[in-house]
């Protein structure tokens, strides 16, 4: 048996520019991850429905530290740096990197990575290296295809079908999972739910083989 996890209930606790800074490994993490203005603090925002927790902006790169919010005490999930932003040094460039690799390497507790990428342009540079640094340590990622209010329908879905594809083609269909997301017009966001309630609140199997009544012991 496990609990719905309420998103609605996540507070903010910490920003940290480095794994060094992070909080204690207690419980569970999950990151969300991708390229700079692909919509991650605004997929978070909408999931915990609250419009003012991770800070949004129009301006790419707004996302400058790892910001953890706490859904429990065991529970938190994490805004990663943008990837990718062309207005920044080399330097700035390689040392976000270099954070973003040793967080992903080194973080005992993170379970699942969201890999979040505008559906207009999927899988860029860097994004096969994150699913690639990822999955290359048996982490699970679950791709959102972001911002699937710009494109019509049809559009959307075979957007989504191609990624597959590509994904299947890699060999990583037993990692990875894709849908299409709209923070816009919460398109989505049930599937969302689902899948970080599995990787946050994981059903423990011993809770189920609870013995029935007449199979427990008699006690005198
Ligand atoms: N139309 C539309 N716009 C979106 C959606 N999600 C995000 N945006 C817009 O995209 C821009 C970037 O969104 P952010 O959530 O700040 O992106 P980010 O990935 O956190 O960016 P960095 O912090 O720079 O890495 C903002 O102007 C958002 O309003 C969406 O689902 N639909
Ligand atoms: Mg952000």
Not at 39 to 50: D, H, P, Y
Not at 172 to 184: G, Y
Not at 201 to 209: I, K, L, M, Q
Request: glycine share 4%.
């Amino acid at each position: 048996m496990t609990t719905a996890i309420n998103f609605h209930k996540a507070k903010f606790i910490h920003s940290a520019p480095s794994i060094r800074e992070c909080p204690p490994e207690d419980g569970i993490e999950v990151a969300f991850a991708g390229r700079s203005n692909a919509g991650k603090s605004s997929a978070i925002n909408t999931l915990t429905n609250n419009h003012k927790l991770a800070r949004v902006s129009k301006t790419p790169g707004r996302t400058q530290l790892i910001n953890f919010f706490e859904l429990s005490s065991t529970q938190r999930l994490v805004d990663l740096p943008g990837y990718g932003y062309a207005k920044v040094s080399r330097e700035q460039k390689e040392l976000w990197q270099r954070y973003l690799s040793e967080y992903l390497r080194e973080r005992r507790c993170l379970h699942g990575l969201i890999l979040l990428m505008d559906i207009r342009h999927p899988l860029q540079e860097f994004d096969t290296t994150m699913l690639d640094w990822a999955t290359g340590s048996n982490m699970p990622v679950h791709i959102l295809l972001t911002k699937a209010d710009k494109l019509s329908r049809g559009q959307a879905g075979s957007a989504l079908l191609d990624v597959k594809k590509q994904i299947k083609n890699a060999r990583l269909n037993e990692l990875v999972s894709v849908q299409t997301f709209s923070s816009l017009k919460n398109t989505g966001l049930d599937d969302l739910k689902t899948k970080l309630q599995s990787w946050l609140a994981p059903v423990d199997e011993s809770a189920e083989t609870i013995p029935e009544e007449s199979e427990k012991p008699q006690q005198n």
